[in-house]
């Protein structure tokens, strides 16, 4: 990875995607890291943020100033775990609302990743921070996931989600009521170009494609299941938002006037997937965590 700017100047035969063309410099640099930092304004193009698929000419000016890369001791921890599932190759957790599931900045201990080094040893396929870490869910999330115990089942399961094979389902809690019973939402899914640090839906996004079905309809607010096809960053939450349903307790893609809590009411329920050994279909189910069901009952009363 270079560790200070570095220019490129584009000459016959070096022209074509931005992405695709600073790659074949920066050999050592990912394509998805290359992505990001030309997306958060790492790369310039003539001293312009262009998007990775901006087309190079001859003459063109690339100056590349590599994100900081700050340091991160990643170190086993004695934090008490949920598990649902372990066995030799693979790990079902139940993931608690609030924790982090991998070290970043602003988080390089107390994650789900720090716990589970303590209990047992992990893939390496996803790199130093991300140790057996196939899937995510967001910090106030709560629900199930699947951890890889070894490189050949986390290249199996990963597989599996490309593949769009296992099972996700959440329940979610919205804003409004919702008049299906159940619906669908194809929206593809990008940084926003308003903020930064959201998702949004946007023309040049990724394809996401989200499932739901409602569960109950409370007075201003309904209970519904969803149920991912892909897996994109905050996908439920910008999707959900996208059809003026956004998830209640959100801070980040909802109203401010919303329901006290710690974060968006979204739990991953449930769980289902090929073992990656033996071939078994594998499902697994955890319940509401306890702040949730309140809710839930408390609306009903006030409903009632």
Known sequence: M????????????????????????????????????INDGHVLVNGQVEKPKYQLDVGDRVTVTPEEVKHIDLKPENIPLDIVYEDDDVLVVNKPQGM?????????DHTLVNALLYHCPLSHINGEFRPGIVHRIDKDTSGLLMVAKNDQAHRNLAAQLKAKSNQR?????????????KGTIDAP????????????VVNDGRHAVTHFAVIHRFKHYTLVKCRLETGRTHQIRVH????????????????????????QYLHAGLL????????????????????????IEHLKRVDS
């Open 169 to 181: 389902e959440y329940t979610a809690l919205v804003h409004g009521v919702i008049k299906e019973d």
């Open 240 to 263: 959900m938002a996208y059809i003026n349903h956004p998830l209640a307790g959100d801070p980040l893609y909802g109203p401010r006037k919303t329901l006290p809590g710690n974060g």
């Open 189 to 200: 899914i990008g940084r926003s170009k308003k903020d930064r640090k959201k998702q949004a």
């Open 2 to 37: 270079p560790a200070k700017k570095q220019v490129i100047n584009i000459h016959d035969g070096q022209t074509g995607r931005l992405d695709k063309v600073i790659a074949g410099f920066l050999a050592d640099v990912s394509r998805s890291q290359l992505k990001k930092w």
């Open 100 to 108: 982090v599931v991998h070290p970043a900045p602003g988080h390089p």
């Open 272 to 295: 289902g997937f090929k073992h990656p050994r033996t071939g078994k279909q594998m499902l697994f189910t955890a319940p509401l965590p306890a702040n949730f069901q309140q809710m």
